[in-house]
Nanobody
Framework: QVQLVESGGGLVQAGGSLRLSCAAS????????MGWFRQAPGKEREFVAA????????YYADSLKGRFTISRDNAKNTVYLQMNSLKSEDTAVYYC????????????????WGQGTQVTVSS
């Protein structure tokens, strides 16, 4: 069992930046691919970014490339999502997810999920 806890969400002005953190506990000695997803009211949960267990490989939703950056610090058992140039449409609950071995672009491939952290972007 792996437990994931997101933090760092909040209210930010459009054009601003925010860094989300996902702290992992449990079987953190395992090799896990990690992903960030988000869900806005009335919308499906969508893929944001993913990273391999080594941190050497990343993948982003096309619409977010250049604004969002995923990274991880395995020594701290933490995954980050740096969000820059935030827009109102980025408002959503952001979720951290984990799965054994490789990362995935698909939510249904992930075994473990955090409870989410709210990000609200105002104009």
């Amino acid at each position: 069992q792996v437990q994931l806890v997101e933090s760092g969400g909040g209210l930010v002005q459009a054009g601003g930046s925010l860094r989300l953190s996902c702290a992992a506990s449990g079987r953190t000695f395992r090799r896990y691919g990690m992903g960030w997803f988000r869900q806005a009211p009335g919308k499906e949960r969508e893929f944001v970014a993913a990273i391999s267990w080594t941190g050497s490989s990343t993948y982003y939703a096309d619409s977010l490339k250049g604004r969002f950056t995923i990274s991880r610090d395995n020594a701290k058992n933490t995954v980050y999502l740096q969000m820059n140039s935030l827009k109102s449409e980025d408002t959503a609950v952001y979720y951290c997810a984990a799965r054994p071995d490789s990362y995935s672009l698909f939510a249904y491939d992930y075994n473990y999920w955090g409870q989410g952290t709210q990000v609200t972007v105002s104009s």
